[in-house]
């Protein structure tokens, strides 16, 4: 078992996951000041682009996370991120998220970057376990995480408020033993 220390790049046939870095910020500003993306992820608050910019900039210092911008590599245009955090070492177990703009979805591209970061922490850094949070008014995301081969374990009741609303927050995982690198 090693650490995150290593940033990888991953390539596949839709997308390119590269180290995250301070270059990256326009792409995915515009990507978080699209009303749609802060629902979907559950994002209440501003950062400024001072403390986003020096966040970009020390991701490549950190060893207990993996923080990758995803390249879309028809345009070459930087799309999203998609992070392996929250890595607990004694268990072998960390949680994901992804962030995708408006630029990047409904063409695969979140999937196969899912696909490509899950493969890397269970085959190279040898996660036992990956998981994540999807709210209930996002049934794509959670399409995706489904094809990508994570498991609906339970739900966290009313664990947002957004507009006035409780949404439900529905937690999968998915094990190295479910793990199909082929599988798409």
């Known amino acids: 078992m090693t650490d995150f220390a290593h940033k990888p790049t991953l390539t596949g046939d839709l997308v390119v996951l590269r ?5 990256d910020y326009e792409a995915l500003a515009a990507a978080m000041d699209d009303p749609d ?15 986003a910019r020096e966040w970009m900039r020390t991701r490549k210092d950190q060893t207990d996370r993996l923080d990758l911008a995803i390249v879309d590599r028809a345009s070459g245009v930087v799309v999203g991120e998609t992070v392996l955090n929250d890595w607990d070492p004694d268990n072998k177990s960390c949680n994901f998220r992804i962030l995708i703009g408006p630029a990047g ?5 979140g999937t196969e970057a ?4 899950v493969g890397y922490g269970i085959g190279q850094i040898g996660l036992h376990r990956i998981s994540l949070g999807v ?11 489904e094809k990508a081969g ?7 009741r009313d664990a947002l408020l957004w507009d006035g609303e409780r949404v439900d927050e529905i937690v999968m995982s998915i094990l190295a033993s479910e793990w199909i690198p082929s599988k798409v």
């Open 19 to 23: 180290p995250l870095d301070e270059g």
């Open 37 to 51: 993306v802060a629902r979907l992820t559950g994002s209440h608050q501003e950062i400024s682009e001072e403390r």
């Open 105 to 109: 979805q409904g063409r695969g591209l």
């Open 114 to 117: 899912t696909r490509l970061i």
């Open 135 to 145: 709210y209930a008014f996002n049934p794509r995301a959670q399409r995706a995480y």
């Open 150 to 156: 994570f498991k609906v374990e339970g739900v966290l």
